[in-house]
């Protein structure tokens, strides 16, 4: 009789425990759907995790993973689509939104495999489209990878103190002088306009700034003011879903100690149907220019930036029709967040369409309205893993300003929100830079450059590397250091230019103009007849042990770096053992530079160097690059 109500005892608990349970998952369910119908999207995610967690449906995962991919929580998105990684017939692009997630969340390396693995068992009708995605992503986790800090030594990132940010979104900074900063912050889907002053190197706590226009039912987007700072254009948002913002520009005009109502631009402007957003203004030539992003039809497709022009001495604003920037700025993504430094005629936006470390980073494009160059990435510290908008710089050009989620230590411990950071040129960091020229001093464009640092046991070692297309080159350097500038250009041999750091300290600029001697027609011949080529002109071929015989190979190849040595290489040491497998070892004698070049390989295609870079990377090279290879000759690095 005992053993009997033992029995029906535990049946109870169990069908009450179950019952519990069963009304948990739903009540947490119940809630999360009422979130995410509001946009609360951060709460939406944390109930379907809770309701999962008490009943493993992969619907309840799935729901978590969106909302919290919505709201830029990646670590926590990652971790829910690992649930459901299995299901990719219910959830065909669950994958590469896990990947998407470790790369912002500045996990490369394991978000390359998860990009090949998407698009090795894809089967989608669209998976030439899904291709160029994927390529472009691991081709930003391979930059991620291979950005140094080289540039961090030169700029210093802060996060800037609670008297500007919160834990809601700051953006959209305007440095009016290196002590006042306005800025938008924005507090329960309403975007505010503030001001902080810098008194005693301290920020101070952000007010409203007095006499400025209050929008009612609306909310302040980001703005710019004018060269004269008496007119002011700025955005009127709506809240359309939650997520995207439905915007228009307008302007107040200084009238004395007050400001005029604002007024919204002509609708060729506002164009009926989409959202112009993000002006930035300028003067140059005598004519006003308003950069914007918008949405509108005519585009390369997302945000594209465009611009308009007015005579500055006009008493309206009659703009011109808007010009789209075109593809040398513009993507088939988001391209937003203009800003246009007169003083270099440089354009700087950011964008999640071109080559990136995170989602959106910041790049640079030299020119000027109807002529842009191909836009650069600024690298690292001003890029992240996360997105990165808003770059402007101050009116005296020593500091400036991002908008950023980045983790940023324990300042900054999630990427949720944005936050305002600033960033500061030191005084005890250089520039060094300059033009590439031929023997008549013309300048050489398409040239790539290189720049090396030459450490303490006398090796070379890689920092950065890019295309020169303007013929002109610029690096931050470090003080106290030798460095080598190497470059690389089609008709001209091989240039190292070496550079230290030790007797400049007056001047943080170095300007080293570097001059490219043509090849004549005998050597042109033979570095491309060669039969056993040299892989640059001025090195040879160690080719007693097999294990360093280079495979000569017709058209594009790539080879992975793996280190530079003054001293000769052993290439039987265990290290190399360990990477074999990968591809076949190389060591070139460079004459010229009386070092060895350490290289793995060769690689058909890009994809494939750069998925044997990460495991390269892992395997103890951490300071391994692409470098590319045409007929066996080298030309330059990366892509």
């Known amino acids: 009789m005992k053993q009997c109500l033992k029995f029906l005892t535990l049946a109870i608990l169990i069908f009450l425990s179950t019952g519990v349970k069963a009304q948990n998952w739903k009540s947490h369910y119940r809630l ?172 101070t706590q952000a007010t409203p700034p007095n006499m400025f226009p209050k929008i009612d039912g609306q909310h302040y987007g980001s703005g710019s003011l004018s060269s004269d700072y008496r007119r002011f254009y700025f955005t009127e948002c709506q809240n359309s879903d939650g997520l995207r913002a439905k915007c228009r520009i307008f302007v107040t005009v200084k009238q004395s100690d007050s400001w005029s109502k604002p007024t919204a631009l002509a609708d060729y402007i506002n164009w009926p149907g989409s959202t112009t957003t993000q002006p930035f203004v300028t003067s140059k030539d005598g004519k006003e220019l308003l950069f914007f992003a918008s949405n509108r039809e005519g585009g390369q497709g997302g945000l594209d930036i465009w611009v308009a022009e007015r005579e500055i001495t006009s008493s309206s604003f009659d703009f011109s029709f808007p010009k789209n920037l075109g593809p040398s700025i513009n993507t088939l993504g988001d391209e937003q967040t203009p800003f246009y430094a007169t003083d270099e005629e440089a354009l700087y936006f950011s964008s999640n369409g071109l080559v990136s470390i995170g989602g959106q980073d910041v790049f640079k494009s030299h020119g000027v309205v109807g002529h842009f160059a191909q836009a650069e990435n600024l690298g690292a510290p001003i890029n992240s893993p996360a997105d990165d908008m808003y770059f402007v710089k101050s009116q005296s050009g020593n500091n400036g300003y991002l908008v950023s989620n980045r983790i940023f230590g324990n300042q900054k411990i999630s990427t949720t929100d944005e936050d305002i950071f600033s960033f500061n040129f030191s005084p005890n960091q250089y520039v060094l830079e300059g033009l590439l020229l031929d023997n008549s001093h013309q300048v050489v464009k398409n040239a790539e450059v290189a720049l090396y640092e030459k450490n303490g046991n006398g090796e070379l ?144 295609g890009y994809k494939e160097a750069v998925r044997n870079l990460a495991k390269v990377k892992n395997r103890g090279f951490e300071e391994a690059f692409i470098v590319k290879y045409r007929n066996g000759e080298r030309v330059g690095i990366g892509k």
């Open 32 to 203: 999360a759907e009422k979130k995410e119908k509001v946009g609360a999207f951060s709460e939406a995610g944390f109930h379907y995790e809770a309701a999962y967690r008490l009943k493993s449906k992969r619907k309840l995962a799935y729901k978590a993973a969106e909302s919290y991919y919505a709201v830029k929580d990646f670590r926590r998105a990652a971790n829910m689509y690992s649930k459901i990684l299995d299901y990719d017939k219910h959830y065909p692009l669950v994958r590469l939104k896990y990947a998407r997630c470790l790369k912002q969340s500045g996990q490369y390396d394991q978000a390359i495999r998860e990009f090949v693995f998407f698009i090795s068992h894809y089967k989608g009708d669209d998976r030439s489209v899904w291709d160029a995605v994927v390529n472009k992503e691991i081709e930003g986790c391979a930059l991620g990878i291979s950005y140094s800090d080289a540039g961090s030594g030169l700029l210093k990132i802060n996060h800037l103190p609670n008297t500007i940010n919160t834990g809601a979104i700051e953006m959209a900074p305007i440095p009016v002088s290196d002590n006042t900063l306005y800025f938008t912050s924005v507090q329960n889907g309403t975007g505010t306009f503030l001001r902080s002053n810098k008194e005693e190197n301290e920020w």
């Open 461 to 604: 070692v890689f920092l950065t590397g890019k295309t020169s297309l303007d013929g002109a080159y610029k690096f931050p350097v470090r003080v106290n250091k030798n460095y080598v500038v190497e470059v690389q250009k089609d008709g001209f041999p091989v240039k190292e230019m070496k550079v230290n750091t030790y007797s400049h300290q007056k001047n943080p600029k170095l300007e080293v103009d570097i001059v490219l001697s043509e090849l004549d027609e005998y050597e042109t011949m033979m570095a491309t007849t060669n039969e056993t080529p040299t892989n640059t002109i001025g090195s040879s071929v160690a080719a007693s042990d097999d294990k360093t015989a280079p495979r000569y190979t017709v058209g594009t190849t790539y080879k992975i770096q793996l280190s530079n040595s003054s001293a000769d290489v052993d290439l039987h040491h265990t290290k190399y053992g360990r990477i074999e497998s990968l591809g076949k070892i190389e060591k070139n004698y460079i004459s010229a530079r009386d070092t060895y070049w350490i290289l793995l390989g060769d690689y058909a």
